[in-house]
T-cell receptor, first 114, second 113 residues
Framework: ETGVTQSPTHLIKTRGQQVTLRCSSQ?????VSWYQQALGQGPQFIFQ???????GRGNFPPRFSGLQFPNYSSELNVNALELDDSALYLC?????????????FGEGSRLTVL | GESVGLHLPTLSVQEGDNSIINCAYS??????FIWYKQESGKGPQFIID?????DKRQGQRVTVLLNKTVKHLSLQIAATQPGDSAVYFC????????????FGRGTSLIVHP
């Protein structure tokens, strides 16, 4: 168990809709990042939050946005869904003060866009 | 190595054999590397890491080798067990930053009893 929980585990949306995915990490893990994993691919970095501020972003358009809250929870929002957004979305956290890059992943939210 | 389409590189071994999973990384500035294991329906799980000032690091039943000259990593699993069946990813980082890893495409390990 990594202590990172994500919801929902599965969801289906239609093109053009909006989706919010949620993540809750362990107490003391104040860095959270989100990844998109398409079928048969490795996780692709979307963005990272530290102490409620975005401090890194991958090659994803602005319709991908996020929030981090003081209670170690976070959200990924995707607007104007496209078919290619269908993927497993992974949330990962790192402990405060960690000197390693070890990420603690949740089990993901599988999004299908029809 | 990489393959086209949706088919992951696959390694099939018999239970008890040693497994070697290879990874080529792309950024010569990368100096910190992590191997993750992802079982079906789960998120990736940390296995072992190595920094570029080392060329070998050992864990429990696993060894990572780093060859910076050819930008190559390998993960060796001793006495492979059915529970080792998973997709294995190498991830490269540039340390001193925000530890944002770049993941490779992964290798599927299938262990036959």
């Amino acid at each position: 168990e990594t202590g990172v929980t994500q919801s929902p585990t599965h969801l289906i949306k239609t093109r053009g809709q909006q989706v919010t995915l949620r993540c809750s990490s362990q107490s003391g893990h104040n860095t959270v990042s989100w990844y998109q994993q398409a079928l048969g691919q490795g996780p692709q970095f979307i963005f990272q939050y530290y102490r409620e501020e975005e401090n890194g972003r991958g090659n994803f358009p602005p319709r991908f946005s996020g929030l981090q809250f003081p209670n170690y929870s976070s959200e990924l929002n995707v607007n104007a869904l496209e078919l290619d957004d269908s993927a497993l979305y992974l949330c990962a956290s790192r402990p405060t003060g960690s000197n390693t890059g070890e990420l603690f992943f949740g089990e993901g939210s599988r999004l299908t866009v029809l | 190595g990489e393959s086209v389409g949706l088919h992951l590189p696959t390694l099939s071994v018999q239970e008890g054999d040693n497994s070697i999973i290879n990874c080529a990384y792309s950024n010569s500035a990368s100096d910190y590397f992590i191997w993750y294991k992802q079982e079906s329906g789960k998120g990736p799980q940390f296995i072992i890491d190595i920094r570029s000032n080392m060329d070998k690091r050992q864990g429990q039943r696993v060894t990572v080798l780093l060859n910076k000259t050819v930008k190559h990593l390998s993960l060796q699993i001793a006495a492979t067990q059915p529970g080792d069946s998973a997709v294995y990813f190498c991830a490269e980082n540039i340390s001193g930053g925000s530890y944002i890893p770049t993941f490779g495409r992964g290798t599927s390990l299938i262990v036959h009893p």
